[in-house]
C-alpha cells in the first residue's frame, strides 16, 4: 500500500468523492477543510493532555522586568522559570540559580562520603582506634561544612569573579572593557 491510501487525508478526500471528480479547486478546498478539521482536533487533544494558562505581568508595576531578571540569572527562558518556580514553590523547593555550586556541592559531597567510607572499612585493633575513627570522621564533616559555606556564603571578590568569568567566556572581556570605557565617558562629561 502506498502511503497515499494510508493517509487520513487522502481517506478524507475519497469519503467526500472529491478525488472522482478531480477539480483542482474543490480538492484543495477539502484539503484545507481537513487540515482545519485535524488542527482543530491537535489543539482539543493538547489541551486535555496538556492545559495551558496564560499570565500576565505588568511592566509600570515592574513585574515583567522582575520575573525576566530572574529567569536570565537561573539561566531559563521566562516560560521555563514561570513553570520552575511554581512548581518548586508546590513541592516547597527551590530552584537553584547556578546548577554548577549544586554539582560542585554534590561531588564535595561524594568525596566526603567516599572519605568516611575509607576511614570505617580500616580494621581496628584496639577499642581507641574506634575513637580516632570517631574524631577523622567528625572532623571530615566539619571540613565538609566550612567548605560548603566558604563556596556559598563567601562567594569570590569581584576581581576573582571576573577573571574566572572571562576564562570561561572570553567575550566577556570585551563587553566589560566597553562598559568601563562608557562609564569613564560618562563620569568626563560630568566633570
Not at 531578571?69 to 518548586?88: E, G, N, Q
Not at 566577556?172 to 562629561?189: G, R
Request: with cysteine; net charge positive; charged share 30%.
Amino acid at each position: 500500500m502506498s502511503k497515499r491510501t494510508n493517509s487520513g487525508m487522502w481517506e478524507y478526500l475519497e469519503n467526500l468523492g472529491v478525488l472522482e471528480r478531480g477539480i483542482d479547486v474543490e480538492i484543495k478546498e477539502a484539503k484545507k477543510a481537513y487540515r482545519k478539521e485535524y488542527l482543530l482536533k491537535y489543539k482539543q487533544n493538547q489541551r486535555s493532555c496538556k492545559p495551558e494558562f496564560t499570565v500576565s505581568f505588568s511592566n509600570e508595576k515592574g513585574e515583567y522586568n522582575r520575573v525576566g531578571h530572574a529567569s536570565k540569572s537561573h539561566k531559563m527562558t521566562i516560560t521555563a522559570f514561570i513553570r520552575a518556580a511554581t512548581l518548586a514553590y508546590i513541592s516547597k523547593t527551590f530552584i537553584t540559580p547556578e546548577r554548577g555550586q549544586i554539582a560542585h556541592i554534590e561531588q564535595m559531597l561524594a568525596q566526603c562520603l567516599n572519605e568516611i567510607k575509607t576511614i570505617i572499612w580500616q580494621k581496628e585493633r584496639f577499642y581507641w582506634q574506634r575513637e580516632q575513627k570517631y574524631e577523622a570522621i567528625e572532623k571530615r564533616i566539619t571540613k565538609l561544612e566550612e567548605e560548603i559555606e566558604q563556596y556559598i556564603r563567601r562567594p569570590l571578590p569581584v576581581d576573582e569573579f571576573v577573571k574566572k568569568a572571562i576564562s570561561k567566556d572570553p567575550t566577556l572581556k570585551e563587553q566589560i572593557l566597553s562598559i568601563l570605557n562608557l562609564s569613564n565617558d560618562n563620569q568626563n562629561q560630568i566633570s
